[in-house]
């Protein structure tokens, strides 16, 4: 009986699906000074339960976030006064962090944690779902009161908890959201996607995404404001306008690159149920001092992983294919390879005498984006070979309706 409970409850963690929701406040000037405090805090108890974690292991000792918690309210009173003037969760949700932080370290997934700086960390702290009332556009912050949001909460379900974040000079709150189990609609349709820096995405269907390069476009004016930054004495108001507008050049292209992921993954995963993409190696493409920036620009890591939790929440799954795979090089209608190919050939012409392709111009894209596809089908089971023959998506979507 036990085991049958322990099975529904995993179970149940798995089928729930929590969305997040981020808002931009518009809170006054005091209300903002009060965030900042906030945050302040939780900035100070992390790096107390951080410095005290280490102290106790280094001393062989088994430290915890509750025994943690436990030290520093006994003497938060007498010692840290300062940090009863604001809500509870900014003192008490540091702990927990640091204790998932380390447990995350010691399983190999994630590195040490490290001391949180005043001038380069991000402010934000935490509000349990306890703490928070949400009514219309209107979020409640112990010790503050009603913070004016930008819109409403976009989902209906019920709230989990909330992190209260500054992003350049803007503060913004990211509310998580349990809905309740829905049935996704399955799509039979598969596609295959090669990604690349002349163009973002290039579909097995020859739909062609091009690279927006919004880093590259606002160099200019980045160099301008960090050369203005730079010039400024330290700790006077001017150097601190010229950082916040640096930070909202760095946020506008964020902004901007969000955008066009956003919508592009949201097109692909509600149109398609299988999606094939490369398993790129993007920390050694990153060590390329020559197209680091590029690749940076480009996110691709970001696009596949966007891809990934979307298609899950809307049914569909994304099958990453090996980044050996030689999907450029071969010819998707009949597997001859092109070994001696490089980078600057943009068009692939096949060479095999008996293939139906034989001296046809290709784009080299989208015949790749055809190979990904195939290959993508094999791994899954839905095709026998990684090349079909014929190499369309009309055959390749058959034997997805067949499987």
């Given at each position: 009986?036990?085991?049958?409970n ?9 089928n729930?699906m929590?969305?997040a ?5 518009h ?13 302040g805090?939780?900035?100070?108890v ?8 280490n ?10 976030a ?15 006064p300062?940090t ?6 900014a ?13 995350a370290?010691?399983?190999g ?6 001391f ?8 934000s702290?935490y509000?349990a779902?306890d ?16 913070v ?22 803007w ?20 596609v295959?996607i ?9 579909l097995?269907?020859g739909?062609q ?7 590259t476009?606002?160099l200019k004016?980045l160099?301008?404001?960090?050369k203005?930054?730079?010039?400024r004495?330290?700790?006077s108001?001017?150097r ?8 909202r ?23 398609y ?8 190696h993007l ?5 390329n001092?020559r197209?680091a920036?590029?690749f940076?620009?480009a996110s691709?890591?970001t696009l ?17 294919v090996?980044?050996?795979?030689p ?7 009949c597997?001859?390879?092109w ?6 050939d ?6 095999n005498?008996?293939?139906?392709y034989v001296h ?21 089971g839905l095709?026998d070979q990684?090349v ?9 979507n ?6």
């Amino acid at each position: 009986m036990l085991y049958n409970n322990e099975t529904n409850r995993q179970e149940k963690e798995q089928n729930r699906m929590i969305r997040a929701h981020k808002i931009r406040l518009h809170p006054t000037s005091e209300q903002a000074n009060a965030l900042a405090r906030a945050a302040g805090v939780a900035r100070f108890v992390w790096n107390w339960a951080l410095a005290e974690w280490n102290r106790q292991y280094e001393a062989q000792e088994q430290p915890t976030a509750l025994k943690l918690k436990k030290q520093f309210n006994a003497i938060r009173r007498a010692s840290f006064p300062w940090t009863w003037d604001v809500t509870k969760n900014a003192s008490d949700q540091p702990f927990l962090d640091v204790g998932k932080a380390f447990t995350a370290f010691f399983e190999g997934k994630a590195h040490r944690p490290k001391f949180k700086s005043k001038k380069r960390s991000k402010p934000s702290f935490y509000l349990a779902n306890d703490q928070c009332k949400i009514r219309d556009h209107r979020l409640w912050v112990p010790k503050l009161g009603w913070v004016n949001m930008a819109e409403n909460l976009r989902f209906q379900g019920r709230v989990l908890g909330a992190r209260i974040t500054r992003t350049a000079e803007w503060w913004f709150v990211s509310i998580q959201v349990e809905l309740p189990d829905t049935n996704p609609m399955e799509k039979a349709a598969a596609v295959g996607i090669d990604v690349g820096l002349n163009r973002l995405a290039t579909l097995s269907t020859g739909e062609q995404v091009e690279s927006q390069a919004f880093l590259t476009t606002a160099l200019k004016k980045l160099r301008q404001a960090n050369k203005r930054l730079h010039r400024r004495k330290v700790g006077s108001k001017n150097r601190d306008k010229a950082r916040r507008k640096v930070a909202r050049l760095h946020y506008q292209i964020v902004c901007l690159r969000q955008d066009v992921l956003q919508k592009l993954t949201t097109r692909l995963t509600e149109s398609y149920g299988i999606i094939g993409v490369e398993n790129l190696h993007l920390k050694g493409l990153l060590k390329n001092r020559r197209l680091a920036r590029a690749f940076s620009d480009a996110s691709l890591g970001t696009l596949v992983r966007l891809l990934e939790a979307k298609a899950t929440q809307r049914g569909g799954q994304v099958i990453k294919v090996d980044r050996f795979f030689p999907s450029s090089k071969t010819c998707h209608g009949c597997g001859w390879t092109w070994d001696e190919m490089s980078l600057k050939d943009r068009i692939f012409v096949c060479q095999n005498p008996s293939c139906s392709y034989v001296h046809v111009p290709q784009d080299r894209d989208h015949n790749a984006g055809h190979n990904v596809l195939q290959e993508a089908l094999r791994l899954i089971g839905l095709v026998d070979q990684a090349v079909s023959g014929t190499g369309s998506d009309e055959d390749a979507n058959l034997a997805v309706d067949a499987g």
